[in-house]
Structure formats: structure tokens, C-alpha cells
């Protein structure tokens, strides 16, 4: 068992030092996919791969944190989820507010601002609370952006830019003529933020369902076969080494 620990212990020092500290991307984006699959193999109720999901969380964010990524966005909860069994929705809503209330402490201290995207309204009113008091707390820190997309929908993101794009022209605050990319990324939910440099999506789905398509125009794309539950900081250093070797040229060449 301590030689099991202790190899893997070296394969992620390994990978670790093979990083290019200079090349690590800024914004990554996580479909954190394969909870319920993760638990029916081990007979298990969906709810508890999200439980174990949530454990994967700590263990990126501190990763993440710990080698420079600047902004981390989690797709948490999707527009489409709601269609799921209310059982599995009000565990998700519930691990929202215990993540919260157990971590924010914790997070504080390692400096991380805790946000959010997504329509949050539409979320119990207890979410929002913890939210908005994480957010809060947090607010001036410096260090990792952990980034929950809750109710999040790329479309309902769009027109809801949309719609507010439409109202400041109306009232004359916009005209037709200053709407380009630059105006409608600072009206959508990232505003301020880079666009996602790696977009990483375990479980062996090769969808984006619907996750930042704006946003993702120029990310590259780094999909694995683990279930969300067992991706670990092993899997996400690969996933980033992996970028570190990508010739990335936006549309130009080089
Ligand atoms: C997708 O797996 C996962 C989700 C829809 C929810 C992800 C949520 C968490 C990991 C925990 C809650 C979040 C926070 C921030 C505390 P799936 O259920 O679709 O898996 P499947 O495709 O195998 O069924």
C-alpha cells in the first residue's frame, strides 16, 4: 500500500516538473461529467457520484490554485438539469450549500474569489444566500477564480446578453453600430473574464452540451474516459501538458 502511494506520489511529481510554468493556461473550463455512471458501476445511487464528485472538486481547485491557472469554471448545474428526478436536483442544490458552507473557509485562506455564472434567480433562495455570502467573503482575494456555472445554458446566456443589448438600444444608451465582439463579451455572464484557454471534459462524452460556445472559439479541447469522480490531479496535469503542446494560432498562421 505505502509503495502504491508512494509511486503515484512520483508520477505526479514527474508530471509536475515536466510543466512549462510559463505556459500555464489561464482559464480552464471543466465538464464535470460521468457521476452517475461512476456510481451505478459501484451500485450506487446517482447522488453519490455527485457526493464523490464533489470530493474531485477540492482536489482540482487546489491544483489548479497551486500552479497558477487564474480562472476555473465548473459546469455545476446546467439550464437542461432541471429535467432530471427532483430527488437528484435537490441533492445537487444540497451539496451546492454544504460545498459552501464546509469550503469557503478554506478557500478564503488559499486566496481563491468565489463567482458564479449562470441564472442564479432561478436557484433555491438558500443557494443564492451561500452564494452571495462566499462571494462575499471572498471578493478580494487575488488568487484562483473558482467559477460555478449554476443554471448555466450557453443559449440562455446569449439571450439574455441579447435581451439587454436590445433594451440599451432601445433607451439610446447603445447604438446599432457599437454592437461587435468585444460589446457582447462584456455583456454576457464572463464578462471581464479571458476566454477558457482548455476545455476539459472527462467521461468519454465528446458533446459540449451546450457550455460556453462562445466563449470556446479558439479553447482547445481535451476530453479523457474516467468518470468525473476519479479524475484527479494526475488527470489534469496531463491535460495541461498536453495543451503546453499545442500550436495554438487562432485562424493565423505562424
Ligand atoms: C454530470 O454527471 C454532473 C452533473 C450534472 C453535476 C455536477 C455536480 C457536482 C460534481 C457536484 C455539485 C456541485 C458543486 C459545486 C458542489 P452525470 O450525472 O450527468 O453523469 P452520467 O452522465 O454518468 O449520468
Known amino acids: 500500500m505505502f509503495n502504491l502511494i508512494k509511486e503515484k ?3 505526479d511529481d514527474n508530471l509536475l516538473d515536466s510543466l512549462d510554468k510559463n505556459n500555464i493556461p489561464l482559464h480552464i473550463a471543466i465538464i464535470m461529467d460521468g457521476n452517475g455512471r461512476w456510481a451505478k458501476k459501484r451500485n450506487l445511487p446517482r447522488t453519490m457520484g455527485h ?60 486566496n481563491v474569489v468565489i463567482n458564479w455564472i449562470g441564472d442564479i434567480a432561478k436557484l433555491p433562495a438558500i443557494c443564492q444566500e451561500e452564494l452571495l455570502r462566499a462571494k462575499e467573503k471572498t471578493k478580494d482575494n487575488t488568487g484562483l477564480v473558482l467559477n460555478l456555472a449554476l443554471n448555466y445554458g450557453s443559449r440562455d446566456e446569449i439571450i ?10 432601445r433607451d439610446g444608451k447603445l447604438k446599432t453600430e457599437d454592437i461587435n465582439e ?5 455583456y454576457l455572464d464572463t464578462a471581464g473574464m ?14 459540449i452540451s451546450n457550455f460556453l460556445l462562445w466563449q470556446i472559439a479558439y479553447s482547445e479541447l481535451w476530453f479523457s474516459n474516467i468518470f468525473w ?26
Do not use: H
Not at 457526493?51 to 497551486?66: D, H, L
Not at 468585444?182 to 462584456?186: A, K, Q
Not at 479571458?194 to 458533446?207: A, H, N, T, Y
Open 51 to 110: 457526493k464523490a464528485g464533489v470530493e474531485t472538486i477540492r482536489e482540482i481547485v487546489k491544483v489548479c490554485s497551486n500552479i497558477g491557472v487564474k480562472y476555473l469554471t465548473l459546469y455545476a448545474f446546467s439550464t437542461e438539469n432541471w429535467k432530471r428526478p427532483a430527488d437528484e436536483v435537490n441533492a445537487l442544490m444540497n451539496l451546492l450549500v454544504e460545498y459552501l458552507r464546509r469550503e469557503v473557509q478554506e478557500l478564503d485562506k488559499n
Open 194 to 207: 479571458p476566454d477558457p484557454d482548455l476545455m476539459i471534459r472527462p467521461s468519454g462524452e465528446l458533446r
Open 9 to 11: 506520489k512520483q508520477s
Open 160 to 169: 439574455r446578453a441579447i435581451k439587454k443589448i436590445a433594451i440599451d438600444v
Open 229 to 254: 469522480p476519479d479524475f484527479n490531479k494526475n488527470e489534469l496535469l496531463k491535460a495541461i501538458l498536453e495543451y503546453q503542446k499545442r500550436d495554438r494560432r487562432f485562424g493565423g498562421v505562424k
Open 182 to 186: 468585444e460589446l457582447i463579451n462584456g
